[in-house]
């Protein structure tokens, strides 16, 4: 391994030779040579019109969730659909008595709320992410504070699931 000396004199830089100044112009002259209108005119380059525009480059964000009025509809179709599965598959040979029954229809209710509300949540999740820079705060402000749709029906699937689970006991 070779070692290099420590101290080495620095290059130094190069630097541009200095603008040239002219002298000012004198007293009574001035610094463009007078008009002459017998002069040949002088040489230009054609003046090409507007620049050509580009195409719209930038193309919006495709979504891959699309909601519509019916989105919670589905959601809590599909709620009622994985509760009656779970119903049947796996607790109707089980289901003997009145508390038990009724804590598989609970089940089912709280699994139809939850599937709503996990809808409304994402999409209230949706819109605060497209309105934090929007100009209106009112809607924004409505998102964070206070109760929402979405967290009424998750509340409500949450005290139904547990209620499900207390009857069951």
């Known amino acids: 391994m070779t070692e290099r000396p420590l101290e080495q004199t620095p290059r130094p830089l190069p630097t541009a030779p200095p603008f040239p100044t002219d002298p000012p112009p004198a007293v009574g ?16 380059a054609p003046v090409p019109g507007p620049p050509p525009r580009r195409a719209a480059s930038v193309q919006p964000r495709v979504s891959f969730v699309r909601m519509g009025p019916w989105a919670p509809v ?7 659909v994985v509760g009656l599965v ?12 009145f508390a038990q029954r009724l804590a598989s229809v609970f089940l089912c209710l709280g699994l139809a709320l939850l599937g709503a509300g996990g809808v409304l949540f994402a999409d209230e999740v949706r819109v605060r992410r497209r309105s934090v820079g929007a100009q209106s705060a009112e809607v924004v402000a409505g998102l964070l504070n206070g109760l929402t749709p979405a967290r009424f029906l998750v509340g409500s699937a949450g005290f139904v699931l547990l209620l499900a689970a207390y009857v069951a006991r």
């Open 86 to 97: 779970v119903v049947l598959v796996g607790l109707a040979p089980v289901d003997l008595s």
């Open 74 to 80: 589905a959601g809590a179709v599909l709620g009622l």
């Open 29 to 44: 002259e001035t610094a463009e040579p007078p008009y002459d209108p017998a002069a040949p005119p002088l040489p230009t």
